[in-house]
């Protein structure tokens, strides 16, 4: 911990002696102690919590469309496994494509309102959701389908007490990267076409060369977006702490690999190469 | 009997945009907003040696390259020295995992105030988004090499040059492929969508300016541009670690 804050400063404190002393002009890099004094400002206006519940709201609900849609499509491909087969690849190259690319189609058909935004949350939350998800219910022990279902458990009964424990570590990790970058899609698209939210904001300070505000405020979204997946990793490893603790009595480990971030266990290493923000 | 995979993704690619062709020509999907998948590859095909799309093309391929080898240079070198010097890895590690969590896309803005619309800023941006990962795994990987070979290196009095070469690396080769292989990701994100929103040169410029001349199939033949450009690297790195990990 202590070493964390050392590094902390260490970067503070170089990025303030750089802007003081005119390494870089200060409309490239302004000082750390003026970003601070901006975000503490902006924290106080409500134009600023404005700006953050418009580019909530897209972002809540664009990750429960995408969330909704990809874990449909995995109990679906759980149901029909060919078309799991013949889909893996192309989800695959799909999730690791820019998803701003699509941003022009989402334009023509939702407007360049808030929907067009929800919607990049969606198409960018559905990939990780769905890919992981079904990786999750596809690699379902066998025995332990052929266990319950000899004991006289019917599909209910499978899902309730088969599918859902054995497959919720991954799918709420794969929830935990949709929401990452479900953030990352709602954002970049209001940095494009938008009248409202951070990343309209954003630019705005950019276009009027506000740039210790736009630090300021990339720094607020920085540490929203951060301490986000920190809870909601905290939050998944509180909800499967019976799996983990199953896991490493039998000597595996399902947990992060230190300093990987995003996704959790080895079957979502592909998908932490493969999914893009 | 089993059929092989590669034939039912075929099938699946086939019917998805024979369905969708369909829809287009009879209109039930509407023709202002979709182009049909003959003409948005054909546009594609025709572009590329018309030099529409080909001089863009050219243009994302160079940046994506100078990205990829500057993420390589300089995030394995930081990741060594992560793995060299313990305390410079506790200190730091856990600031670059933030990072990596953190939407770096979003400061494209930055790299346009200090070099402007230009092709560097887009190498700048792309590349700053690909160091997290490059840097991660580089230390991992290292990290995760066994004591013994390290011990053997010892032994056999090897210089720190002939020991990452002979041991280090390719120890280390494997994992190291993996965080290239997600910074190449990142790499395709940061160019495409800072040359889109920043409409600086490249495909994604292309497809911006083309939706807005409301030039629909030009903006799906510059997509499916993408997509295969994207397709064939990710490919090339995916068999390069396939060869790495043989």
Known sequence: ?277 | MRVPRFFLTSVLIVALLAIVEVGVRARVINPLFVAPPSDAIGGAVSGLFDGTLGGPLVVTLYETGVCLVLATVLGVGAGYLLWRYGGLGRAFEPWVAGLFAAPLILLYPIPLVIFGRTSTAVIAQATVMALPPVILYTRQSLAAIPPQFLKVAAVFRLTQGQAMRHVLGPAAAPTLFTGLRLGLTYILVGVISVEYLAEIDGLGKTISFDYLAFDMPGVYSAVVLVIAGAAVLLAAIGRLQAVVRR
């Open chain 1, 1 to 277: 911990m202590r070493a964390r804050l050392i590094a902390l400063i260490i970067v503070a404190g170089g990025w303030e002696i750089a802007a003081r002393a005119d390494w870089l002009s200060a409309t490239v890099l302004p000082p750390f102690s003026s970003v601070l004094v901006s975000l503490v400002r902006q924290l106080g206006q409500h134009n600023t919590w404005y700006q953050a519940y418009v580019s909530a709201w897209a972002i809540v609900v664009g990750f429960a469309i995408g969330t909704a849609a990809g874990l449909l499509f995995a109990a679906t491909t759980t149901v029909i496994r060919a078309l799991w087969t013949a889909s893996e690849p192309v989800l695959y190259y799909l999730s690791s494509l820019p998803k701003i690319i699509f941003f022009p189609v989402l334009l023509l058909y939702l407007s360049t309102g808030i929907f067009s935004k929800v919607g990049m949350g969606a198409v960018s939350a559905f990939f990780p959701v769905a890919i992981t998800a079904a990786q999750a219910l596809h690699e379902v022990p066998q025995v332990q389908l052929r266990a319950a279902r000899s004991l006289g458990a019917g599909r209910r009964k499978l899902l309730t007490h088969v599918y859902l424990p054995a497959a919720a570590g991954p799918v709420l990790s794969g929830l935990r990267l949709g929401l990452a970058v479900a953030v990352t899609g709602v954002l970049l698209a209001e940095t494009s076409v938008a009248s409202a939210g951070l990343g309209w904001q954003a630019m705005q300070d950019y276009d009027n060369l506000r740039i210790t505000d736009m630090y300021a405020l990339l720094l607020f979204v920085f540490f929203a977006a951060t301490a986000i997946n920190a809870g909601v990793g905290r939050l998944i490893r509180y909800l499967t702490r019976y799996n983990q603790a199953t896991a490493t009595r039998l000597g595996g480990d399902d947990r992060l690999q230190p300093g990987a971030p995003l996704g959790g266990g080895e079957r979502l290493r592909g998908v932490r190469e493969r999914s893009t923000r």
